[in-house]
Structure formats: C-alpha cells, structure tokens
T-cell receptor, first 110, second 111 residues
Framework: DVKVTQSSRYLVKRTGEKVFLECVQD?????MFWYRQDPGLGLRLIYF???????EKGDIPEGYSVSREKKERFSLILESASTNQTSMYLC?????????FGPGTRLTVL | TQLLEQSPQFLSIQEGENLTVYCNSS?????LQWYRQEPGEGPVLLVT???GGEVKKLKRLTFQFGDARKDSSLHITAAQPGDTGLYLC???????????WGLGTSLAVNP
C-alpha cells in the first residue's frame, strides 16, 4: 500500500510567519502534488513536482513555494502566512495518473 | 477550460436507499477516477474507468463511464452509514500529470 504522510494534522500560525508543510511518500512515485481544499471551491492545485528539483505551478501558486530535494519528500512553504491561507492542505503522489493522498494538514492562520 | 460538474451537490438519504451521483463534462477524458473523502481525511481512490461504456463494480458501488468518455456515474445500492462522505470525480484529459477535479457530492446516509 502507498503511504503518504504529512508532518502535522493541525497547525496554528500567526500572520507573517513562515510555514513549512512536509510530505513524505514511501512508494517511489515520481509525481507529487500539493492541493488546498476549501468549502465550495473543491481541490485546487498549488504546485506539483514530476522529479527531484523539478516543479511546476498549479492553478493557485501565489503566496506559496515548494522544494523537492529528495524523491520521497515534497515540501510546501508559505513565505509569509496570511489569513486567506487558512485551509486544508493535501499532499498527493501519483502513478499512472492515480493519485494517493496523505491525511491532510488543517492550517489556521490567525 | 475543462470542467467536471458533479450533481447533486448534497444528498441526504436513509439507510437502505439507492442513489446515483453524476459527473459530467463537455470534454473528453482519457480516464475518470472516483474518490471518497471522509471528514478530516484525504481522498481515497475507489476506482478508475478508462474505456467508453465501461462498468465497474466495487461491492455495492457501480461505476459507469459514458460511451463518449465525457461523463460518469456512481450508483450505490442499499446505502449504509459507512458510505457517508464526499465523493469526488477527477479526470485526465490526455497525457497529463494533472487531474481535473469536480467539486464533489456530499453524501449523508442516516441510520
């Protein structure tokens, strides 16, 4: 079974803080994704990576950056957290377009 | 812009009832997937359909891909409270790593 783990289930941060969300997978998948999920807006792709050190912007990359130094780890960075980044953040990996998700991180920015 | 529209948006039924939810688009997809998400968790892949007209069954769940590969349906027979969750469809429009996501159908099955 694919296992995708995320560093925190719940996180509370203050406006202006730098926030790191980490995702680790154990199945050697090339592709990894970061989404945010908000009521009424569904899953929106922030960034994805198809190889180590390779990344592509998704639909809503503003205010975020990513890092993929190792194949199994994909990090999402909020350079200066804002209240409108309060959301559920989901990491996923994929093989042959089938996506496997982590449990999510519920981030609240105060 | 490719879109996947899911209907209904919300559904509340009694245990034992049957239901069908829909995922529609004006675009052709090379494959369509269905996921179920429980509150506070990530989506879990249920099935993928790739051939027009394909029907797949997963216990009490029946998934169908439209002949033109533009739409899909999920039918649940004799729903149980454990079926409660958000059902999401997602499509791949070609040789693309990204998926197009519907907004989901939120299903509540009451005992």
């Amino acid at each position: 079974d694919v296992k995708v783990t995320q560093s925190s289930r719940y996180l509370v941060k203050r406006t202006g803080e730098k926030v790191f969300l980490e995702c680790v997978q154990d199945m050697d998948h090339e592709n990894m994704f970061w989404y945010r999920q908000d009521p009424g807006l569904g899953l929106r792709l922030i960034y994805f990576s198809y190889d180590v050190k390779m990344k592509e912007k998704g639909d809503i990359p503003e205010g975020y950056s990513v890092s993929r130094e190792k194949k199994e780890r994909f990090s999402l960075i909020l350079e200066s957290a804002s209240t409108n980044q309060t959301s559920m953040y989901l990491c996923a990996t994929s093989r042959v377009q089938l996506q496997f998700f982590g449990p999510g991180t519920r981030l609240t920015v105060l | 812009t490719q879109l996947l529209e899911q209907s209904p948006q919300f559904l509340s039924i009694q245990e034992g009832e049957n239901l069908t939810v829909y995922c529609n688009s004006s675009s052709v997809f090379s494959s369509l997937q269905w996921y179920r998400q429980e509150p506070g968790e990530g989506p879990v892949l249920l099935v993928t359909v790739v051939t027009g007209g394909e029907v797949k069954k997963l216990k009490r769940l029946t998934f169908q891909f439209g002949d033109a590969r533009k739409d899909s349906s999920l039918h649940i027979t004799a729903a149980q409270p454990g079926d409660t969750g958000l059902y999401l469809c997602a499509g791949n429009a070609g040789n693309n790593r990204k998926l197009i996501w519907g907004l989901g159908t939120s299903l509540a099955v009451n005992p």
